[in-house]
């Protein structure tokens, strides 16, 4: 069974379009993340949402809207999609939001905008 | 502001041929640092985390330490299935995990 899952791992769409991708964690883990990483594989964080409340919000464009319907969940949807937004999300998560914890990620979401 | 740098930014290896790979940190409040193995098209996949100056782990041919400015991830006699690119991370008091860029290796038979 895969720890962190999400869906989907491959997304190619139009500049404006909107996208969402899904994240399903099975480790019962009270913390959920995005990250995104460039194309020189640097991972910065987006979200951060403890208990299905948000925790960390990283100055990121509102363009990008997480939404977490439970604590197993957290979905990023993407509106009016730019070149620039290509780039691969990843979603991970942890016990509790305390940094010294371990996080673990999913496998990457690998968005390309054309 | 928390910071992580890796270094170098890429090594090649011949098989059995030692090295380190070193990340140097400033962070307040450390609560931990992280190494973490990427392959290609994967995930960061986690290997060690350390939480204090002089703590060491080990895991097969991969050994992390950890100083109060900077951790090693000394690799010994490794083979092409090591072959990844390593990152670097620490947690400290703003609870966001600051990566670094990352050493990609490689090992060659």
């Known amino acids: 069974d895969t720890a962190v899952s999400q869906t989907p791992k491959y997304l190619v769409t139009q500049m404006g379009n909107d996208k969402s991708i899904k994240c399903e964690q099975n480790l019962g883990h009270d913390t959920m993340y995005w990250y995104k990483q460039d194309s020189k594989k640097f991972l910065k964080i987006m979200f951060s949402y403890n208990n299905k409340e948000l925790i960390i919000n990283e100055t990121v464009p509102n363009r990008f809207s997480p939404k977490s319907p439970d604590k197993a969940h957290l979905n990023l949807h993407i509106n009016s999609l730019e070149l620039g937004d290509s780039a691969v999300y990843f979603c991970?998560?942890?016990?509790?939001?305390?940094?010294?914890?371990?996080?673990?990620f999913g496998e990457g979401s690998w968005l390309t905008v054309v | 502001e928390d910071q992580v740098t890796q270094s170098p930014e890429a090594l090649r290896l011949q098989e059995g041929e030692s090295s380190s790979l070193n990340c140097s940190y400033t962070?307040?409040?450390?609560?931990?640092l992280f190494w973490y193995r990427q392959d290609p098209g994967k995930g960061p996949e986690f290997l060690f985390t350390l939480y204090s100056a002089g703590e060491e782990k080990e895991k097969e041919r991969l050994k992390a330490t950890l100083t109060k400015k900077e951790s090693f991830l000394h690799i010994t006699a490794p083979k092409p299935e090591d072959s990844a690119t390593y990152l670097c991370?620490?947690?400290?008091?703003?609870?966001?995990?600051?990566f670094g860029t990352g050493t990609l290796l490689a090992v060659q038979p």
């Open positions: 962070v307040s409040g450390l609560r931990g």
């Open positions: 991970a998560s942890s016990r509790d939001f305390n940094s010294g914890n371990t996080i673990y």
């Open positions: 991370a620490v947690g400290g008091a703003t609870n966001k995990l600051i």
